[in-house]
C-alpha cells in the first residue's frame, strides 16, 4: 500500500528536480569522446551520463546474479551427491552389530 504512494511520488519528484536542474543551468557545453566532439545541453548530458552508470551498474548486478545462480547449481548437485552417499550408508549393515 504505501510502496503504491512512495515510487509515484519519488518519481514526480526526480523530474521535478530535472526539470528545475534543467531551468538554472542553460547553455551547452562541449563533449569530447575522442573520436568526435559534440555540444549537448548540461541537462542531457547529465542524464546521459546517469543513464550509462545505471546501466552498468545493471550489467555488474547481472553478472553477480549468474555468479549466484550458477554457484547454487554447484551447490544442489553437491547436496544431492551427498544426500544420497548418506542414503546408501545407512542402508548398509552396521558393523559394529552382533
Known amino acids: 500500500m504505501l510502496s503504491r504512494i512512495i515510487l509515484p511520488l519519488a518519481v514526480i519528484v526526480a523530474l521535478i528536480a530535472a526539470a528545475t536542474f534543467a531551468a538554472l543551468?542553460?547553455?551547452a557545453i562541449s563533449v569530447d569522446l575522442g573520436f568526435f566532439e559534440t555540444r549537448l545541453q548540461?541537462?542531457?548530458?547529465?542524464?546521459?551520463?546517469?543513464?550509462?552508470?545505471?546501466l552498468f551498474g545493471l550489467l555488474c548486478l547481472a553478472v553477480?546474479?549468474?555468479r549466484l545462480g550458477l554457484d547454487r547449481r554447484r551447490l544442489r548437485h553437491a547436496l544431492k551427491l551427498a544426500e544420497s552417499e548418506i542414503?546408501?550408508?545407512?542402508?548398509l549393515?552396521?558393523?559394529h552389530a552382533d
Open 93 to 95: 549393515p552396521s558393523p
Open 25 to 27: 543551468n542553460p547553455g
Open 42 to 54: 548540461k541537462s542531457l548530458a547529465l542524464t546521459l551520463a546517469f543513464g550509462a552508470g545505471w
Open 64 to 66: 553477480v546474479l549468474i
Open 87 to 91: 542414503h546408501t550408508l545407512r542402508s
